[in-house]
């Protein structure tokens, strides 16, 4: 197939070639005799800006809320609550590659970052890494999703989205666009539809890159790969390392809780487990000793390693990080547990990696055959991780792994994206409520989130004269009040209001006093 | 004649940029030429040799580029007031109308988009790719060249047939330059992928 007319070693232009058509007096009178139709005309400008300027000033005028937002581009939705970043540490001239907790892999080329003078960084290199996979997260980090594209605004649909910085003392650095960083992102989703954008904090717009398209990674499930797996499914359950239990320290405060063996059995191997206040991560309030607490939750962190204790009594709650203890006279016997599970856990890993060993290679060769035209498929070092990385999920009897591949021109937020309109619904005025007062909300924005979708919708406050929702669907509204406070509207309180023309809208506004991501995302009412 | 060139260092040519001062003098040109059209003589003798060859490389023949860019010139006088420096070089925006006038001609003409290269310009891809400039690795990368999108051999012509910047690129086509970076990059990847399967 020949789409060009490729022309070799043409002659180039002579001053006579040149002179030839260059001719202003001529232009200028092709120019003249050309008609230009009055919407081209300055007059044609000149008017349509005069009645812009009219529509702006009396819809300013109209409006209720006067809200100018100064404040950064990405900014936290909730201060203090943020989706935290990882953070990985490299020798720059060495590179690396990295496994995020979702399963995506970051490698690193040598000489891979260059300082604000352009030369390439030596010596240590901090990365910050994060992702954000539903609109929880998205909302929480404040990430705008909105893209400007020819003067139309489309809202995303994201199929996973990814942060990532470089850092030495303290100082940012540039990606080298000769030795980019290569991300294959793990993703929820193998649908086609979505496209690859950077955003540009200084324009404050999306840049469109590329087309994306999913990668699958892993095997067929065929009976001979199932029934393996399932044998080794009986091993996978016992996989992640085990907990290890420390001595309690008399001078930090500690709380005994009954807990659920069956949801928590790492907790129920030892005897007089107690959870010990970290206080440099939260301090201890002694009032709380006062108080008879009518609830208690216990959730595991993503360390592994603490976790997050609310109690609750009536609308007020308190939230501490803990470290699982024992007391001395128990610790003894805690520790030849620990140690017994420490082995059983390095011999089940060692099994699990002479067997991935063995699958590498059948792996690799089924990625080159699944996968010879796709950008990593040309990349023989990140081709061979990810085959690695499927034979660890084949071992673990995960799903096949779905990527996304990232080339990291520069440091910043990277989307897999999807332009998509507002829901369709009927248009209503939709005028807030706060449910503290009873009297009219004011807001920057809210977020309509439609479940199933992994979008959110930005409403600013002057667009809720148009306020449509998909009535067929489940919605939530979210919206942070002038207080720093999170509302929130359930699928009932919006489904009450569908089909009306005009509605009030009585927003949620918690009363409790947030700290942690997965507080915020339990009043959200997604991801956790 | 076959050249070789190995490596990617890559030399970037210094007649696309223009300097603060150099985008401040033309301003006051571009003001005088919205007020009057006479005024855009300066402007017109100034870039028409620029612009006439930057469309001789993409068309077949020269009557089609004094055609092209005598439209390049009037879309730019009809749209002179529209022009907002922002730090992008007038150059920058003419070549982009250039650009524009060139996909519609495609579109209108029905014919092949032309691309000039030279032997040269030949070599020194094929050092990009890792590659010794023989005539079958020469043959090859003219058919890999084939196979790319026509967004793909814009990139290709400007950031290594003519040696561009990335601030000059991504200044033509109205992107950052963290996006004309990562196309760049893509399109390189994609280009050796296109040869490899190729060769196999």
């Not at chain 1, 400007?148 to 199929?159: P, Q």
């Not at chain 1, 085990?242 to 405060?253: G, N, R, S």
């Not at chain 1, 796709?374 to 034979?391: E, Q």
């Not at chain 2, 006439?52 to 023949?61: A, H, I, K, M, S």
Request: hydrophobic share 40%; net charge neutral; charged share 25%.
């Amino acid at each position: 197939m020949k789409n060009y007319n490729i022309k070799r070693n043409r002659e180039p232009l002579t001053d006579a070639d040149i002179s030839k058509g260059q001719n202003f007096d001529a232009f200028l009178k092709a120019y003249s005799g050309a008609k230009i139709p009055f919407y081209k005309t300055g007059t044609f400008y000149m008017s349509v800006i005069a009645l812009g300027v009219v529509i702006g000033v009396g819809a300013y005028l109209l409006s209720d809320e006067k809200v100018v937002n100064q404040s950064a581009y990405v900014q936290p939705a909730l201060n203090g609550i943020d989706v935290a970043d990882t953070v990985f540490k490299l020798d720059a001239a060495e590179g690396g590659e990295f496994m995020y907790t979702t399963g995506s892999l970051i490698r690193i080329p040598e000489g891979g970052f260059l300082d604000s003078a352009g030369n390439i960084v030596k010596g240590n290199v901090e990365i910050r890494y994060r992702e954000f996979h539903n609109t929880a997260d998205v909302f929480l980090a404040g990430i705008p999703m909105t893209y400007d594209s020819a003067g139309t605004k489309y809202h995303f649909e994201s199929a996973g989205m990814l942060e990532i910085t470089a850092w030495q003392n303290g100082k940012p650095l540039k990606a080298n666009p000769d030795a980019p960083v290569k991300v294959a992102m793990a993703s929820s989703s193998d649908n086609e539809k979505f496209n690859v954008y950077y955003l540009d904090t200084m324009k404050k717009n999306w840049d469109f890159i590329a087309k994306d398209k999913a990668v699958v990674v892993g095997f067929e499930k065929d009976t001979t790969v199932k029934t393996d797996a399932n044998k080794k499914g009986k091993i996978s359950s016992s996989v992640s390392p085990p907990l290890e239990v420390k001595k309690a320290d008399k001078k930090k405060p500690s709380f005994v809780i009954g807990f659920d063996p069956v949801e928590f059995p790492e907790l129920a191997s030892y005897d007089g487990v107690r959870f010990q206040v970290d206080e440099e991560k939260t301090p201890y309030n002694k009032e709380d000793r006062k108080i008879t607490w009518e609830d208690v939750s216990i959730l595991r962190n993503k360390d592994g390693a603490t976790y997050t204790v609310t109690f609750t009594h009536g609308v007020k709650t308190s939230t501490y990080i803990t470290d699982v203890v024992v007391n001395a006279e128990d610790y003894a016997a805690a520790k030849k547990v620990y140690d017994a599970k420490y082995a059983a856990y390095q011999a089940t890993l060692k099994a699990i990696n002479d067997k991935s060993a063995n699958d590498d290679k059948a792996a690799e060769a089924k990625l080159l055959n699944a996968d010879g035209q796709r950008i990593f498929g040309n990349d023989a070092a990140m081709k061979a991780s990810l085959a690695r990385r499927s034979a660890i999920d084949r071992n673990r009897e995960k799903e096949d792994m779905v990527v996304r591949e990232f080339i990291i021109a520069d440091f910043g937020i990277w989307n897999s994206d999807c332009p998509s309109s507002l829901p369709e619904g009927e248009t209503l005025f939709v005028k807030l409520l706060d449910s503290r007062t009873k009297k009219p909300m004011i807001v920057n924005h809210v977020i309509l989130v439609e479940k199933g979708r992994n979008a959110v919708y930005t409403y600013y406050a002057n667009d809720l004269a148009n306020f449509k929702f998909n009535s067929n669907a489940e919605n939530l509204l979210w919206a942070v009040t002038q207080d720093g406070k999170l509302a929130v509207c359930s699928d009932a309180d919006l489904k009450a209001i569908a089909g009306k023309s005009e509605a009030n809208l009585t927003m949620t506004v918690s009363a409790e006093d947030l700290k942690t991501a997965e507080q915020a995302k339990a009043v959200l009412g997604i991801g956790m | 004649m076959y050249l070789t060139a190995k490596g990617n260092a890559m030399s970037i040519e210094t007649k696309y940029h223009a300097s603060r001062e150099q985008i401040t003098a033309e301003e006051a040109e571009i003001d005088a030429a919205r007020g009057n059209p006479a005024k855009f003589a300066s402007l017109y003798n100034r870039y028409y040799a620029r612009i006439l060859g930057f469309v001789y490389q993409r068309v077949e023949t020269k009557d089609d580029a004094y055609d092209i860019t005598a439209q390049t010139f009037i879309a730019a006088l009809e749209n002179i007031g529209k022009y907002k420096s922002q730090g992008v070089p007038f150059s920058a925006w003419l070549f982009r109308i250039a650009l524009n006038e060139l996909s519609r001609f495609y579109r209108r003409s029905k014919v092949r988009q032309a691309i000039s290269i030279d032997d040269t310009q030949v070599a020194e891809m094929l050092g990009e790719l890792g590659e010794e400039n023989t005539a079958v690795t020469d043959a090859r990368l003219m058919s890999a060249m084939q196979q790319l999108e026509p967004g793909e051999i814009q990139l290709l012509e400007m950031r290594f047939f003519e040696k561009r910047s990335f601030k000059d690129v991504c200044d033509v086509l109205g992107i950052s330059e963290t996006a004309a970076k990562a196309r760049v990059y893509r399109l390189l990847e994609r280009l050796k992928i296109i040869y490899t399967g190729l060769q196999s």
